[in-house]
């Protein structure tokens, strides 16, 4: 299902999410995750889904929708929803972020919680429960 939306700049996007384990609709490669697919007629720019993906792209409110957008168009990280299906930015930390004491950044648009490692493995590796683990860290949960 192909969703059109209108970005917070007011352009017109097509956006689809294609499920973990389809192909990728540009390299024909198997997805190893759900995959946010934004295009217009110039552009197209994607990032991976992690946690409890909604099943359909309807379902996705324009706050998690930007959110997205803002992680495809930088590049870095994944978008997470954690299990209360709230949108994480997962930024992966830079060399600059590792020299100021934290590995990986969760950001939703409004807070961001820094976690500052070490992580078990680099952040695109980590299942999506040690992703939630590292993200109740980052807001003081005790496990």
Known sequence: MTRTWKDALGETWN??????????????????????????????????????????????????????MEAAKDGRGFLFADLEGHFWWVKRGSEDDLGEGFAVVFDDGTDELRHPGPLPAPADDLSDDEIEELLDQARGVRA
């Open 15 to 68: 956006v689809r999410l294609y499920a973990e384990g389809e192909d990728h609709p540009d390299t024909g490669e198997t997805l190893p995750h759900d995959l946010l697919h934004f295009d217009d007629s110039d552009r197209t720019i994607e990032v991976f889904l992690r946690g409890e993906s909604p099943e359909r792209v309807g379902n996705f409110d324009d706050r998690a929708l930007e959110l997205g």
